[in-house]
């Protein structure tokens, strides 16, 4: 991946933010709702494939199940055929996020924030790049769904500075769980 121009300063400048609040993540049973070894390893839309871990949590369930949803467009086999799956919601408390939904950290880095929700992942895969070496916790951006935003939590940085506590709250068998 060729590195993306920003400007003078870049993400290295940017004031980091706070987050305090919930996450919400859907996943299939039996995995650890902490790893982000399935984003480490095939990549997506802040990580490269084979580079860190990564949890992406939505803001609001509303966000989780949009989320599901279109999942479910993008197989062969459908939402259906991706149950049955867990829903956890997550009480978080981070200290160092790179903000995307802030329109001052979006000029300081110099990205509009179509580029945040398209389709070509390469230079949101930058961003997560450049934020995890600056040593960001996490990203926060608007969901690609449309639906609230989502947090893209570096699993590797939860420590005593953030805390990311997971609890299942719904096991969707059927689509009419959503």
């Known amino acids: 991946m060729s590195p993306v121009s920003r400007p003078a300063g870049g993400i290295a400048s940017v004031e980091p933010a706070v987050y305090r609040g919930s996450g919400y993540r859907h996943q299939s049973p039996g995995y650890d709702p902490l790893a982000g070894e399935g984003a480490r390893i095939i990549g997506s839309r802040f990580n490269p494939a084979n580079s860190f871990p990564v949890l992406y949590l939505c803001t609001s369930r509303a966000c989780a199940v949009a989320e599901f949803k279109r999942l479910g467009e993008q197989h062969v086999i459908g939402g259906s055929g991706l149950l049955p799956r867990e829903l956890y919601k997550y009480q978080v408390q981070l200290s160092r996020v790179l903000d995307l939904t802030s329109p001052t950290t979006l000029a300081m ?21 450049d934020a995890y070496t600056a040593g ?17 939590v570096f699993s590797d940085r939860i420590g005593a500075e953030a805390k990311v506590e997971p609890r299942l709250v719904e096991v969707w068998s059927a689509e009419a769980d959503l």
């Open 109 to 129: 880095i110099g990205i509009e924030p179509s580029r945040l929700v398209g389709p070509d992942w390469s230079e949101c895969q930058q961003l997560g790049q």
């Open 136 to 152: 960001f916790h996490a990203i926060r951006s608007r969901s690609a769904t449309g639906v609230d935003e989502i947090l893209a």
